[in-house]
């Protein structure tokens, strides 16, 4: 069998990747190889669902640019598909002086990155969130929530019906070149095709090795442990409920966030995880466990956070530290309150020299793409980022 386009893997961006390209050119022939039962199974179906407004990020980052453009395409893409989207506003809530200056510089980044805000005043707060507690918060009005999973099973609902195949059981297993195209196992079909796209996250440098790109990082899992809050708490808040983040440190810190399903998570925090794919308390996979252990990137990225990291450890350990960190802003939630939820791996891409990638990582080669590092906001900017990667290989 002959393609022109595979991509690998069935997450939000290799799906979005794939319906651009058959919207583009819909007279080539796309492959969406999974290896999977279903598609969105990792870090699509396993995030937060929040729809980003993208406050964060360095000014004139691929990450900032793609937030701004995909927030109106992602409520757009939810309207004309009928899928669940809600504009619930986010409030970042600072507890301590020191997070109220914080909340300054954050409000200032905005700014610059053209995201509007509101600043509340501690009374302003308790009139909003009644039950949420602190100095001043800012409120970003565009922040929602969605369901990516959904949304990723409509993007390839496109490719199918565009006359290009989504495979499922499909994990690619040797890539061959052949003159100018490849020769590629995936599943148990043998297919030719003349570019490859790995769209793989947890597994992204390791694919790119397969393919014989050098990835230059190496990808290191951090697991994010979630609860959820009895029902009876379902509306104890209505916007999402974030802490300042520490400017330091790539990770967000336990929020509160409504569920497209109507349920209130909290979560996540940010543990190092001793296997890529799997997702209890103790799961370890002897490769994973020994490529992150072995690669000395991690230990010189510990050694730059060693209070951050200390601090994640005890969350994941002891349910009290988790909780403390809750009612810092939200003080009637109590440990009873917090029921176990599904757990989520990040794919974070570190360089050897202990330094973490920030921003997007794509490398091409030839007939080879791959995307080496797609953090958050990739859900929410996959419609752009697939545009941004069609552009680049000049579909």
Known sequence: MKYDYLIIGAGIVGSALAAEIVKRRPQVRVLVAEKEAKPAFHQTGRNSGVVHSGVYYTPGSLKTRFCREGLGEIKAFCAARNIGYEARGKLLVATTPQEQENLYKLEQRAIENEVH???????????????????AALRIPET???DYASITKALLADVENAGSTVLLNAPVTSVSQVGSAYSVQAGNQHIKVGHIIACTGLASDRVARMLGL??????????????VLPPHLNNVVHSLIYPVPDPTLPFLGVHLTPMIDGTITVGPNAVLALAREKYSHFSVD???AWSALSYSGLWKMLAKHPRAVWNELKSSLFKQVYLDAVRKYCPSVILSDLRVYRSANRAQAVRPDGSLVDDFLINHSGGLTAILNAPSPAATGAIPIARYIADELGL
């Open 214 to 227: 050098d990835p230059g990082i190496r990808i290191l899992p951090f697991r994010g442990e979630y609860f």
């Open 286 to 288: 002897m490769r994973d």
């Open 144 to 146: 929602a929530i969605t």
């Open 117 to 135: 805000t509101e600043q509340l005043t501690q009374a302003d707060l308790g009139r909003l969130e009644p039950a949420i507690t602190g100095l």
